[in-house]
């Protein structure tokens, strides 16, 4: 999830999270709760919809397999978000893949029970909307940074981003709070993990960030901002 702008795609909105506990409990009535392995597959590419899976924990990686075997990670979901889509309702072919990063536990929500209930709730069908705009918005963002962005202002922004989103202020620093390893932040930038690696390394002497184990703090904000002008 890349964004020139941090007001393009604007804070994580879980799915559940505008409706009435009465809605929360019709939408998780038709729900089908699952516990995917890490490395185990939601569906792949090209397999056909049937609905949607809201993420109850862990994290989820969809990405783009083309046809050279090459794959291009769109965005990283955390619970709260659900994936699936963009036919909602389970119609048509998935048009990427999507994967547990790690253990993860999902409610998985059938299509036609789920049209069912948008149309009996204007709640859930508007909720179902934001969810859905807010991550064309993700998709939209990350096509225009790999186009016009060099690599390492993608890293950058990328580090910015994820501080606004998931970081922390503690003292002087920011912490952020979900760990990724240098070849998530490859897969993201649409890079390697060596050249990210040598690169973190190079922020790091300069004081801007400190990384440890996949537990990223940044240091120098300021100096992080300049770089992505």
Excluded at 41 to 53: E, F
Excluded at 66 to 80: C, D, K, N, Q
Aim: aromatic content about 8%; some cysteine.
């Amino acid at each position: 999830m890349l964004a020139g702008s941090d007001a393009l795609v604007g804070s994580l909105p879980g799915l559940l999270d505008p409706l009435c506990e009465t809605d929360r409990r019709r939408v998780l009535a038709i729900g089908r709760e699952e516990v995917l392995p890490a490395d185990k597959h939601v569906w792949r590419q090209g397999d056909l919809q049937n609905g949607i899976y809201l993420i109850e924990e862990g994290r989820i990686r969809s990405y783009y397999a083309a046809p050279s075997g090459r794959e291009v990670t769109l965005a990283y979901w955390f619970a709260g978000n659900f994936v699936g889509g963009p036919d909602l309702f389970g119609t048509g072919a998935h048009v990427w893949s999507s994967v547990a990063v790690e253990r993860s536990r999902v409610t998985f929500l059938p299509g036609p029970a789920l049209r069912a209930l948008a149309h009996q709730s204007a709640s859930i069908a508007v909720a179902l909307l934001d969810a859905l705009a807010f991550k064309a918005r993700c998709y939209s963002a990350m096509a225009q940074m790999l186009g016009t962005r060099s690599v390492t202002e993608r890293l950058h922004r990328l580090l910015v981003f994820l501080s606004n989103i998931y970081g922390s202020q503690q003292g002087r620093e920011i912490v952020i709070g979900i760990r990724f390893t240098h070849g998530d932040l490859a897969n993201l930038i649409g890079s390697t993990r060596q050249w990210v690696t040598v690169q973190l390394s190079r922020m790091q002497a300069r004081g801007v960030i400190r990384y440890y184990r996949g537990l990223i703090v940044i240091l120098n904000m300021r100096a992080l901002d300049l770089e992505v002008v």
